[in-house]
């Protein structure tokens, strides 16, 4: 009961409170009732009351005056026998009443209902879903709709029969919104009834978040809309919020990385649209897009460069605590308000506010979590270090194959290391486990609300301190936030957000190539060296250890112990805006928003280090800016009777800025004086850009007896970065609802039915700043003034193209919502069709044509996909309660058209060009090509003379992305108790796993064992196809595993997985056993996230280890390992 | 009071529609500008640009540890990088071509863009000679390459090139050294100090586009005889430099940011030759080869000194540098295996080589009194002999190593003691060119793309192949670079049209005038 209710509470916290609202309104000796529809139109909640009974109130007469919806009832329900109170969004207006509290269940009932009086039919209604009483129902006879009334705020209701009725079979008809009427035929009179509403649907009553922040009702969006509640995200965290959407929302792809606690997330909503361009959605925060662009240097890209670190996105910055939900708009319609930045859908956040309420309200949250390693390779532990099958016998060799495992059999003798000392050849497992220690994330947070009807706020300060796993690697952030609302007068009110991050990062892990990166020696060290040798990992001129004979694959105790990487990120969210009636029903808003970021970073490889002895040091300092003043103005209204229609219209001011210093430093003069003053070599280069988009957009709402909606939008963008004279793009949507259920009369067993359908046309990809002339640039720092054609900031010299237009993106998209069986079982299918035309693609020009690319609108590709929701609840029972949710999606990705001639566009490649990643026609985005064996026409293996196996052709493997994924998660809710656990899958992808195809190559791989004792016999055919007879003989072994790195299509692997990903188990410790201090609850919780790895095909690895949030999804390779978090959470409030 | 606000409120409400209207977007071309950016070259400081990337495109992976290795003035253990060395495939030397035609090649083709204007004829036919000394070396190592439509993005949207023949290039560039050279006028203005190797001198400019075209003309010998003795002729008819104060040499400062710097010192210390490696734990693995070490110290060749060093570690904490002659050791060409004692090998003078102040010989009177010499035995030269000639350039390519410091300076008396002893031989005519062109190897290293391509023309020295398993060459010396891989896919028409030509993409193909 208990339990429910809470449920109940949880569902609800949306609606808004007739404390909150304000309405304006005056009411000239006036019928109540007027007065209440008024009410009714100007503050969106819906009321019932009982008409035959207001009329006989006297006039009404009030000030204009702009006062809280409940202040307003209050004021002209003042000296009636009327009570009224608030559910969800309606007002219920009742007849006051003696009975103070209703009874609980219906055998209380039986007691409490008088017993026959002649002529009145009496009974009580009952929500079925929690038991509570229904006041303000509405009790008819069917045949005779003159004859009714209203339930009281017990529920109970008296109702009247004439007395020709009398005698007659007599059917009531019992109606509540949003709840399925009931029809009841009174065979006895005298007998009261009991009678019990069953939601129509809560679908009826939610109100879900659109573009621009505007709040709908559920029922009249055309479009498939997913909300999560922010109360989902705050117990199981991620440090990067966007990651906890991972398995919850249908069609919504979320790949965490693995970069590391401080990273980035990549989030594509119903398939990649973009052949080169961004495909992440635009993230927004109450109506106002903030800033997701990553910080430079850039998210790792797949090669892999000097201090290649995933520096962290934009939505890391937000506090999951703050937030009261996101909205995931998924289709080009949900977005179409957005324009230029909604091709890929956005990512709407809305922040929690505070309410008007005695005293201070605090909520603490605080969570611990450890962390360690989720995928421990499988390596083989029979054979040592060593080249040639034998251990080595000096130290020369013992670097030389520091990281090679084809020696001798692992027994336990005395064999030197690359220090020179002698120890036991034997297996060491717990590399690993050894070099990483247990990451710890502790979080609080802490907020307080408060204030009064014309002032309220909300504040909170959350910290956020995390260990990594990566020694030395660590990570603070810190979020405070503050929201207020206040009513400057009756028309006037305001809203404010400030909100301030502190983010300092230390030693983020390089990634993906060795240089840098201590992941790679780590997983590579020959298996029967113990890692801890390496420490520190510098000798004592403090120069590093080499263990290898790459001077690339660095120590990774001297990356942990002496490269030093240190970024401070500090941001301001600012938000303000003004809401002013001009009308009843006509108001405007003027809104301002600005996403500050100023970043400050360092970057420094030390003296000493192998491949780069006399040091580097980066350092980036910039500020970016992206700031939106937005005005609209809102006007609704009814016409033609059953007509309401809904009219926004606005403009918007988008402008970004990014003004900046690069510093490149090389060679410290004085050995390990790490300042900028002491380098030999460095080149100061200026990073600035801007640029501005115009826009205005209108959107019209029509609502049909609540029945059918349609909604209409249009918007139009200018882009700075056009050509003046051809600079603008018109973006228009139209969808559609139909509330099949309201219209016509459906099986009983269908409670709720919706059909929806839209189209839209968005945009994306609008052109980089200064891309339309050629332009020349000094080069900064040299001696002597020197002059080039400008780069872009990747170094990139593109083919100026001054008709280049952002892309455009068409979406069809049809839908149903379904409940059956009260609600037990919902139902919610997507099918869409999305098309971007005019991509904008890099063509692939010569290099010898003096560029690297031209950018041309020519490119086509196409996302048609399904999505299922499907919602249920197997068991009720009083004291239980167990609810199943279910998602799946299919995305069916094609790249229809590139530049012509251009069958394939390059997106990205691993070290060495083992692999890469391209966007072809025909095919899905981002298929991993690999070079097949080679192999003649029946199917035997060439090889070569050597006996080394022949590289084929390159093949498509398939894409890196997966095209479907399924989540499920049960819950469930007995008496203080509550359990859940998410269980989410990915399939149809492909992988290309480095650390396998190294693994192979030294030999650490359980398939490097046939062979090593007697030799590798050969069968196959040679390069002129006769039988080919050979055995590798053991010396040799190392040699042919080696070479498979030229054969990488055995590295790639099917990427599906299914992962236990959450679980929580809670308890709500009873709050009255806490002896003084007031707490309203408390709950405590066990959470892990990334628990087990249920099933997965790619060995040693989770396939989930890509290392960049960029287009080229698919590659692993020694990032920082993923990691299983488990822990503790509490959550109070006072 | 109410009707107030309303009017202040509609100002507002006005006034901020007036900023938001999108028809109101004057400040877009501002926003649109990059303040870091110009819109019209400043021609002087291109062409500055244009001469410093002609040696700015990764000296290191396109010669050092390529074509150094083809001619064995240097050896590599390495696998990972030893392509060279070893024969192996490896795109690196391709990709410079990239940076080749993206800088040197786009810049020198902007700045004769700029430069049509009559009254910039000096600065024209300075671009265009400089345009074909850029090209020369790059159709030297390739073969086939885009020419007349070379670096034509923007200009005329050529995003894919055809591929010129190596015979229409040599011919055009021939024609225009011709030109450009004729069009000089004494009375206009030239780029003046902008012109990094001459300082905008004239006369200086003619005698170096002569000296290029003595070069090219020579280059021909195999191939078409008749014209390589024409544009000798016509080239030491126009006068080639034959003194030192005439020579092309760019000179760099060791400033802030390496392209002030020597290229050659930049690439090998940041890849190599690095100050705290005291020759052990080299990245790639380079040492000076043993045929080149060899043959220094056969002949008591004083260079040896001034370039080589060994390191000395009586004192294990402090190892130096030792050029002592008889010290020096070079490592055999082939290795797959670090050497014992690696330091004891020699590597680049740190005090000559390694300095980021020293020049780069661009054209010099050393190879002029070569070809000279060689004109001379050919009978296409009425001048002096042929052994003064060779003398001459023995002694200016010692000489010239006086310009890499006091660390460089060779004593006359060294110079004339080692002519002495090595007398320019009378011989037979291949006997005579044996000798000349070994000394041609011996004095153009680190040009190492001239050594390659007068090694490719004359057969000398004659070197022994390295024949490591694996190799892409079938064991022999390759002949070309192959182009950069990214042509096959983007520029797959002209690439193949140019294949077809000239023959497969691989390292045994000879070019044009190899053949």
Known sequence: ?1134 | MMKMKKIYLGVCLVSIITIMTPGCKKDFVAINTDPNAISTPTVPYLFSKAELDAFNAGYYASQISNVAGFIQHFANYKLTSGFGDKYLTNNEAGTALNTYYQNTVSEISDVIRYSQDPADVNKLSQARIWKVYVMHRMTDMFGDLPYSQAAQGYTNNTFFPVYDAQSAIYSDMLNELDAATQAFDANKATFGSADLLYGGNITNWKKFAYSLMLRLGMRLTKVDAVNAQKWVQKAIAGGVILNDADIAVMKYQSGSNTINRNPIAVDLIGNDYSATAFGLNLIEGDKYSDTYVNYMKSNKDPRLSVMAVVWNYADPNNPVPDTTFANQKGMANGLTSQPVNFQSYSEPNPATILQYTAPVMVLTNAETNFLLTEATLRGWNNGESAASYYNAGVTAAMHQWALFGSAGVISSTKINAYLAAHPFAAGTFDQQMQQLHTQFWASMIYDEYESFSNWRRTGYPVLTPVNYQGNNSNGTIPRRIMYPLSEASVNSTNYNAANARQGPDLLTTHVWWDK
């Open chain 1, 1 to 1134: 009961m208990l339990i429910t209710a809470q449920l109940l509470l949880a569902k609800t916290s949306n609606s808004q409170s007739i404390r909150d609202e304000t309405i304006t309104i005056e009411a000239k000796n006036e019928p109540l009732e007027k007065t209440l529809k008024k009410i009714e139109k100007l503050s969106g909640f819906r009321m019932a009351y009982p008409s035959e009974k207001i009329v006989q109130y006297k006039n009404v007469t009030l000030l204009k005056e702009t006062r809280t919806v409940e202040k307003t009832l209050k004021l002209i329900l003042d000296n009636t026998d009327l009570d009224f109170k608030q559910f969800e969004k309606k007002i219920i207006i009742f007849e006051k009443n003696g009975i103070k509290n209703p009874p609980s269940d219906a055998a209380d009932l039986q007691g409490n209902i008088a017993g026959y009086i002649a002529g009145v039919l009496k009974g009580k209604v009952y929500f079925d879903d929690n038991s509570s009483s229904v006041p303000g129902a509405s009790v008819t006879l069917k045949n005779d709709q003159s004859v009714g009334t209203i339930t009281n705020n017990t529920g109970a209701f008296e109702l009247t029969i004439p007395d020709k009725y009398k005698g007659t079979a007599i059917t009531i008809v019992v109606a509540y919104i949003g709840y399925i009427k009931q029809e009841v035929t009174v065979t006895d009179i005298n007998s009261p009834l009991v009678i019990r509403l069953k939601p129509a649907s809560s679908a009826l009553n939610e109100v879900v978040v659109t573009a621009l922040g505007i709040r709908k009702e559920r029922k009249a969006v055309g479009f498939s809309v997913t909300e999560v509640k922010g109360d989902e995200l705050v117990q199981a965290r991620e440090v990067n919020v966007a990651n906890s959407l991972e398995g919850k929302v249908a069609g919504v792809n979320v790949s965490s990385l693995a970069t590391g606690p401080g990273g980035s997330s990549r989030v594509v909503i119903r398939g990649s649209g973009s052949i080169a361009g961004n495909n992440q959605p635009l993230y927004v925060v109450n109506g106002m897009p903030i800033d997701n662009v990553p910080s430079t240097p850039n998210t790792t890209n797949g090669s892999g460069t000097n201090l290649n670190v995933d520096n962290g996105d934009g939505i890391s910055g937000i506090n999951p605590d703050d937030i009261e939900s996101i909205s995931v708009l998924k289709g080009g319609t949900a977005s179409a308000l957005y324009g230029s930045r909604a091709s890929n859908g956005v990512v709407l956040i809305t922040t929690k506010k505070g309410a008007a309420q005695k005293g201070i309200g605090v909520e603490y949250n605080s969570t611990f979590t450890a962390e360690t390693p989720e995928v421990i390779p499988d390596w083989q532990y029979q054979y040592g270090e060593g080249k040639f099958g034998t251990p080595v016998t000096n130290q020369q060799d013992a670097i030389s194959y520091g990281r090679l495992s084809f020696g001798g059999k692992l027994d336990g003798s005395n064999v030197i290391q690359f220090d020179g000392v002698s120890r036991p050849y034997v297996a060491q497992k717990n590399n690993i486990k050894n070099f990483y220690n247990t990451g710890k994330t502790f979080t609080n947070t802490i907020a307080f609300t408060g204030g009064t009807d014309a002032l309220n706020f909300r504040f909170s300060v959350s910290d956020l301190n995390n260990k990594g796993i990566v020694p030395n690697n660590s990570l603070d952030k810190k979020i405070s936030n503050l929201n207020v609302n206040a009513k400057l007068s009756k028309n006037l009110s305001i809203e404010a957000v400030a909100q301030y991050n502190v983010e300092d990062n230390f030693n983020r892990p390089g990634l993906g190539d060795a240089l840098g990166n201590p992941n790679w020696g780590t997983y590579m060290i020959a298996n029967s060296v113990d890692i801890r040798k390496l420490a520190p990992g510098y000798d004592a001129s403090g120069n590093e250890t080499l263990w290898n004979a790459s001077g690339f694959a660095t120590n990774p105790y001297f990356v942990v112990n002496r490269f030093q990487e240190k970024d401070t990120k500090n941001r301001f969210i600012g938000y303000a805006s003004v809401k002013y009636n001009l009308l009843d029903n006509l108001f405007i808003k003027g809104r301002v928003s600005d996403d500050n970021l100023s970043y400050d970073y360092t970057g420094i490889t030390p003296t000493g280090t192998a491949y780069a002895p006399q040091g580097v040091m980066n350092v980036i300092k910039y500020n970016t800016a992206e700031i939106n003043t937005e005005l609209t103005a809102n006007y609704n209204t009814r016409f033609l009777k059953d007509f309401n229609v809904n009219v926004l219209a606005g403009g918007n001011k988008q402008q970004h800025t990014l003004n900046g210093v690069e510093v490149d430093g090389s060679n410290f003069n004085i050995p390990f004086f790490y300042s900028l003053s002491n380098v030999n070599s460095v080149i100061t280069l200026p990073k600035y850009t801007k640029t501005a988009v115009n826009s205005v957009f209108a959107a019209a709402d029509f609502d049909y007896k609540s029945i059918a909606y349609l909604s209409v939008t249009g918007r139009n963008d200018w882009f700075s970065t056009l050509s003046l004279d051809d600079d603008h793009i018109f973006y228009p949507s139209v969808s559609g609802s139909f509330i099949l259920s309201e219209a016509v009369k459906l099986p009983s067993w269908i409670s709720y039915a919706k059909l929806r359908g839209s189209w839209a046309q968005v945009g994306g990809g609008a052109p980089n700043p200064y891309g339309i002339n050629l332009t020349y640039s000094q080069l900064a720092g040299s001696t002597i003034p020197l002059q080039q054609i400008s780069r872009d900031a990747s170094g990139n010299l593109i083919v100026p193209n001054n008709k280049l237009k952002p892309y455009t993106s068409q979406t069809f998209e049809v839908g149903t919502e379904l409940k059956f069986f009260n609600n037990r079982l919902g139902l919610d299918l997507a099918l869409y069709n999305r098309a971007t035309i005019n991509d904008i693609v890099p063509a692939n020009v010569d290099p010898l044509s003096g560029f690297t690319s031209a950018y041309l609108n020519i490119g086509k590709i196409s996302n048609k996909g399904i999505e299922l929701l499907l919602t249920g609840r197997p068991v009720k029972a009083n004291h239980f309660t167990w609810d199943v949710t279910y998602t799946y999606s299919y995305n069916k990705n094609t790249v229809e058209k590139l530049a012509a001639g251009q069958n394939s566009f390059f997106l990205g490649t691993a070290v060495n060009s083992y692999v890469s990643i391209y966007a072809e026609v025909g095919k899905p985005y981002g298929e991993i090509q690999a070079y097949a064996l080679k192999k003649d026409a029946q199917g035997r293996t060439v090889y070569a003379a050597n006996g080394f196996e022949e590289q084929g052709n390159l093949v498509d493997m398939g894409t890196g992305v997966a095209p479907s994924a399924m989540s499920i998660t049960n819950s469930f809710n007995f008496h203080r108790f509550n359990f859940s656990f998410l269980i989410d899958g990915k399939y149809g992808n492909k992988i290309y796993s480095g650390t396998n195809l190294y693994g192979d190559r030294f030999g650490l791989l359980k398939s490097t064992l046939p062979g090593r004792d007697s030799g590798l016999p050969l069968n196959g055919v040679d390069d002129n196809g006769q039988p080919f007879n050979y055995t590798v003989p053991v010396s040799d072994i190392a040699n042919f595993y080696d070479n498979r790195k030229n054969i990488s299509s055995f590295f790639v692997y099917d990427g599906s997985f299914i992962k236990l990903r959450q679980v929580i188990l809670g308890y709500s410790i009873p709050t009255n056993s806490i002896g003084s201090i007031k707490i309203q609850s408390l709950n405590i919780s066990f959470v892990a996230r990334n628990l087990l790895i249920l099933y997965k095909k790619a060995p040693n690895i989770d396939p989930e280890s890509t290392f960049t949030a960029g287009n080229e999804q698919g590659l692993e390779m020694f990032g920082v390992p993923r990691t299983r978090s488990y822990g503790l959470n509490l959550m109070v409030k006072f």
